[in-house]
C-alpha cells in the first residue's frame, strides 16, 4: 500500500475513498491540517512516528502557510513525503497542486484519484438518466429528469456534481424506504431551488401560445413563488427583467438571421437547423468591458480597453528608466488579445437543437411581430424599473409583462400601463 493519496474532484466521491483508506488502516491517529496551520509543523508532524497507534492518517484539507515561494514550498514538501515513515498516511484532500514536477518526485509512494467535478450544463440533461440509474431510480424518469434539470441548471455553462449529490441526498431521505423516488418528492425538493422556478417559468413564457393545456396562470405561479418571501424584491426583478433581456436578445438574433437566410417572412419547420455559420453570425458580436459604480455604468471595448494598458505600462518603462525593452513586445499591435464574444457557443446550439427532447426555444417565436411585441415589454419593464415602487407595484409590473409575452399582444389597458402607442395592437397601424 503506498503512503501518499492525492484526492481531486466532488466531494462525496472522494469521501468514498477516504472511507477506504480508513479501513485499511488496523489502527491510527487522525490529524487533520489546513491553511490556518503553518509549513514547518506540519512538515514535523509528517516526520515522526505515532505514539498511540500502528499508522498516523493526516489529511491535508488546505496547503499549509509559508514564507517560501510556491516552487520551494513544494520541492520541500515531496521531499519531506519521500522521508516520512511509512506508517505515516498522507491525504492531499482536494489540493490546488497542479506542478507535473511535484507529482513525478512523488509518484513512487503516490496514488491520485480525479473525480468528475463539474459537468458541462448543456450536457447536464443527457447526463443525468445514467446517474440515477446507478444510485436509485425516478419512478417517471421522463418529467421528474426534466424537473431536476431545472432546479439544478443555473445562470452559468458548469453545473457543480456536488450540487447533483446534495440533491439527490435530499430525494433519498424523503423517499424512505420505496424503491423509487416517486414525482411528489421530486416536485416538493425541486421547488426549493429558485433556477427551478425561474427556468419553468421561462419555459412557460415560451409554450403559452402554443400549448393549450398551458396558460399565464402557470407562469405567474411560478414567479410568485419564487418572489413572494424574497427580502430585496426590487433587486431580483431587475435581475430577472435582465436575464429575459438577454436571452430574447439571442433569440432575436437568430430568428432575424434565419428569416433573412431562407428569405422568409415566418419560419417552418425545415427552417430551423442548427448549421455552423449561426455561430459564425453571432460570435461576431464583442463582449464590452464594464466601468463604473452601478449608476454611471460604462461599457468599453477592447481596442479603448488595450490602449489604456498600453499607456500604464508606457509610464511605468518610463519611471524605471530602464534600457531594457520588455514591454513594447507585450503591447506590440500584432499579438491581440482575442475578442470574448458576448454569447456562448452552447447557448446559440441549445436555441436552434432544443435541450435533450425540448423543442428548441426559437420554434415559438417564428416571426418579427411576436419577437418585437416581447423585446418592446421588456424595454418599457426596464424603463419603469428605474423609478421607486412599492412592493405591490413590482409585483403588478412583473405581472403584466409576464401577460403580454404569454399572450404575445397587447390590450388596449396593456398599452396605457406601459405608455405605449396603440400600433402595437397587431392590425392597427
Not at 479501513?23 to 514535523?44: A, G, P
Not at 456562448?344 to 435533450?356: A, T, W, Y
Amino acid at each position: 500500500m503506498k503512503k501518499v493519496f492525492a484526492l481531486k474532484g466532488n466531494f462525496q466521491q472522494r469521501s468514498n475513498r477516504l472511507k477506504k483508506i480508513k479501513n485499511s488502516l488496523s489502527s491510527f491517529d487522525q490529524y487533520v491540517f489546513d491553511e490556518t496551520h503553518t509549513f514547518d509543523y506540519v512538515l514535523q508532524q509528517m516526520s515522526e512516528y505515532s505514539c498511540f497507534s500502528d499508522n498516523k492518517l493526516i489529511i491535508l484539507k488546505g496547503m499549509p502557510i509559508s514564507d517560501v515561494t510556491r516552487a520551494t514550498l513544494l520541492k520541500r514538501f515531496a521531499d519531506a513525503l519521500l522521508k516520512s515513515p511509512s506508517s505515516c498516511v498522507v491525504v492531499l484532500d482536494n489540493l490546488d497542486i497542479r506542478a507535473k514536477s511535484f507529482f513525478d518526485k512523488i509518484e513512487p509512494i503516490c496514488e491520485r484519484y480525479n473525480y468528475i467535478d463539474k459537468i458541462e450544463t448543456y450536457n447536464l440533461k443527457d447526463w443525468l438518466p445514467g446517474y440515477f440509474k446507478k444510485r436509485k431510480e425516478l419512478k417517471n424518469p421522463g418529467e421528474d429528469i426534466e424537473k431536476i434539470y431545472y432546479a439544478l441548471m443555473v445562470n452559468e455553462s458548469t453545473v457543480s456534481v456536488d450540487s447533483v449529490n446534495a440533491l439527490f441526498n435530499k430525494l433519498v431521505c424523503l423517499t424512505g424506504n420505496a424503491e423509487k423516488i416517486p414525482t411528489e418528492v421530486v416536485d416538493s425538493v425541486c421547488a426549493d431551488y429558485d433556477s427551478f422556478l425561474i427556468n419553468q417559468f421561462i419555459n412557460v413564457l415560451d409554450k403559452c401560445p402554443h400549448v393549450k393545456t398551458i396558460s399565464y396562470a402557470k407562469a405567474w405561479y411560478f414567479i410568485n413563488a419564487r418572489m413572494a418571501e424574497e427580502p430585496n424584491l426590487e433587486e431580483e426583478v431587475a435581475k430577472l427583467v435582465y436575464l429575459l433581456a438577454n436571452r430574447y436578445d439571442l433569440i432575436q438574433l437568430i430568428v432575424n438571421y434565419l428569416l433573412e437566410k431562407n428569405k422568409c417572412e415566418k419560419l417552418d419547420d425545415r427552417h430551423i437547423e442548427y448549421t455552423p455559420d449561426i455561430w459564425d453570425y453571432i460570435k461576431k458580436i464583442e463582449k464590452l468591458e464594464r466601468e463604473g459604480s452601478f449608476t454611471k455604468t460604462r461599457m468599453i471595448d477592447f481596442e479603448e480597453r488595450n490602449r489604456r494598458e498600453k499607456e500604464v505600462k508606457d509610464k511605468k518603462k518610463k519611471k524605471r528608466k530602464t534600457k531594457k525593452k520588455k514591454a513594447e513586445d507585450s503591447t506590440e499591435e500584432g499579438k491581440k488579445k482575442e475578442m470574448p464574444t458576448y454569447f456562448k457557443s452552447p447557448q446559440v446550439v441549445g436555441m436552434v437543437k432544443g435541450f435533450g427532447s425540448e423543442p428548441p426555444s426559437i420554434s415559438f417565436y417564428r416571426d418579427r411581430w411576436s419577437l418585437y411585441v416581447v423585446r418592446s415589454v421588456i424595454n418599457k419593464t426596464m424603463c419603469k424599473l428605474r423609478s421607486k415602487h412599492t412592493r405591490s407595484e413590482l409585483l403588478i409590473l412583473l405581472a403584466m409583462m409576464s401577460k403580454v409575452i404569454c399572450k404575445r399582444e397587447f390590450t388596449q389597458a396593456e398599452l396605457d400601463y406601459f405608455d405605449m402607442p396603440y400600433r402595437f395592437i397587431k392590425g392597427v397601424t
